[in-house]
């Protein structure tokens, strides 16, 4: 059963910092914009609380004890964990600005930062972390809409959305094309879409999709 925590629809963020005064300046600063966050001190307190999959945005010290900010974003990512990074610090230089925009983070910070500038790069994680969030359902939902049809259906759908007509795709399967109107219509029923180019989106999406030979 899920807590009143877990059904809570604001977003979550968290703060790995070493520094105590900085953990409690930043829970401050981002409950007063009602966000929920938890902060750490360690990456691994942080990867004992098993709060990683939930996080809307995660804001990281570059330098932390046993292991950088880096080396935790490595980690995360290894365990398909891809909440976005802002990365915080007190002793930045351009290079490490560099690495930490390269390594995908949203946003990299120099101790003392504004507080408006973290809050910005907050909300843009967040509103990106949505979007991403978003297209994965949307995937796993085509996903087992796909997984629904029948093999022969699987066929059509792959056929139909490579640009062949249903009298085409009638010969390649060697069935009539009253057989595949049919077929087609239970796909379209299936996958949840009402047109043909939705139906040549949903494949893309999960990478059916031949072209017409």
């Not at 945005?57 to 490595?74: E, K, N, T, Y």
């Not at 967040?126 to 629904?148: I, K």
Request: glycine fraction near 6%; proline fraction near 3%; include cysteine.
């Amino acid at each position: 059963m899920k807590t009143d925590a877990e059904h809570d629809p604001r977003p979550r963020v968290i703060v790995v910092d070493d520094d105590a005064s900085i953990r409690e300046a930043l829970i401050n600063l981002l409950t007063s914009v009602d966000l929920i966050v938890d902060a750490f001190g360690s990456p691994r307190d942080f990867l004992q609380s098993a709060k990683a999959a939930s996080a809307n945005c995660l804001i990281l010290d570059v330098r932390l004890p046993m292991a950088s900010g880096f080396d935790l974003q490595a980690a995360l990512g290894e365990a398909g964990i891809n909440a976005p990074v802002i990365f915080i610090t007190g002793h930045g230089d351009i290079p490490m600005s560099v690495r930490a925009m390269k390594a995908g983070a949203v946003d990299f910070l120099a101790k003392p930062f504004r507080d408006q500038d973290l809050l910005d790069a907050v909300a843009a994680a967040v509103q990106t972390d949505r979007r991403r969030r978003a297209e994965s359902d949307a995937r796993t939902a085509l996903l087992r809409a796909h997984a629904s049809l029948s093999e022969r259906e699987q066929q059509v759908m792959k056929l139909v959305t490579s640009g062949m007509m249903n009298k085409e795709v009638a010969y390649a399967l060697g069935l009539s094309e009253i057989t595949i109107k049919i077929h087609r219509g239970k796909v379209m029923r299936k996958m949840g879409v009402s047109t043909l180019a939705d139906l040549v989106r949903a494949a893309e999406t999960l990478g059916v999709i031949d072209e017409k030979t």
